[in-house]
């Protein structure tokens, strides 16, 4: 149903693949961006992208069960950080791989922002996933 390709020719990604095809007639689901906010919307780990891309996690693994996916079908993902720092864009990317969303490998974009929708919020993720038949889950 997915075939997840590294390019030989390219530099060898870390946990993701440079493509992800699927083929034709194959249901997707294009998820809203991933908050750090709780069932009440109020925000979760104020200051620490750690924390926040735990709940981040938490949300969109919520988002693919409501669609009857999950982390195996995602196919695309952009995580977006506030910070220009690579130390804190690693912290949170340690966070994905850890969850099993990469377990694909996806592909994957790591960004660093200057600032997201919610007041304190640091960390978001949008994400691309099939969402497989119940014969084929």
């Not at 990604?13 to 440079?18: G, L, M, V």
């Not at 009440?40 to 409501?66: F, M």
């Not at 995602?74 to 969850?99: F, K, M, N, R």
Request: aromatic content about 6%; glycine content about 10%.
């Amino acid at each position: 149903m997915i075939r997840r390709v590294t390019v030989p020719s390219l530099f060898p990604p870390p946990a993701y693949s440079h493509v992800s095809v699927v083929e034709a007639g194959t249901r997707l689901a294009f998820l809203a961006g991933s908050v750090p906010l709780d069932v009440g919307g109020k925000l979760v780990g104020e200051g620490d992208p750690v924390r926040q891309a735990h709940r981040v996690i938490a949300n969109l693994e919520e988002q693919l069960r409501s669609v009857g996916s999950d982390f195996a079908h995602v196919i695309a993902t952009d995580v977006y950080v506030v910070s220009g720092e690579p130390a804190v864009l690693s912290a949170v990317w340690h966070v994905v791989e850890a969850s099993g969303l990469s377990t694909g490998p996806h592909a994957s974009t790591l960004i660093g922002v200057a600032c997201l929708g919610y007041t304190g919020q640091l960390v978001e993720i949008t994400a691309t996933a099939v969402v497989p038949d119940a014969a084929d889950a």
